[in-house]
């Protein structure tokens, strides 16, 4: 089993967590958001990590791309009880890296959920996959067209 040396963001990696956002997002997210419809909201982007990065009971994991891709392979965003942020750059998707992220999340959390959108169907089978269940709970998204996200939760023995 290959061992991910994760580390802990600091505020350079601001835009590299942007970048890796976005690759995920436009790859995974156009059925939702269609590029011409609705750009990638890139100032909100980065002004949102620059935040997380300095708020307090944050954690942001990153992995070094060793690749000629982006700098950071994936990210994962939590704090004690909310996973915030998952995202894998396409170029390494297939190679265990959000499940090797959400495990090193999930082991420093309580109680973990987490908000996805309901038409990523890509991310809620993965997140299922694992164990997580939906509540039943729905909200809209920060960014336009604001479609509905579900809650999550991980349920512990």
Known sequence: MVQHRF????????QALHDVE???????LGHIFPPGMYPFPSDEVLAKWQAALTEPGVRILVLDDDGEHDRLAC?????????RHLAVHP????GGLARAAMDVAVAEMDDPRLWC???NDQAIGFYEHL???RTGRRKASDYSPFPDEI?????RD
């Open 151 to 155: 809650e999550m939760i991980l349920p």
């Open 117 to 119: 959108l309901a038409d």
């Open 91 to 94: 170029a390494h998707w297939g």
């Open 75 to 83: 990210f994962v965003a939590h704090d004690e009880r909310l996973l």
């Open 22 to 28: 976005r690759a995920a997002g436009v790859a995974a």
């Open 7 to 14: 580390r802990q963001a600091t505020p350079d990696d601001a």
């Open 131 to 133: 164990g997580w269940t």
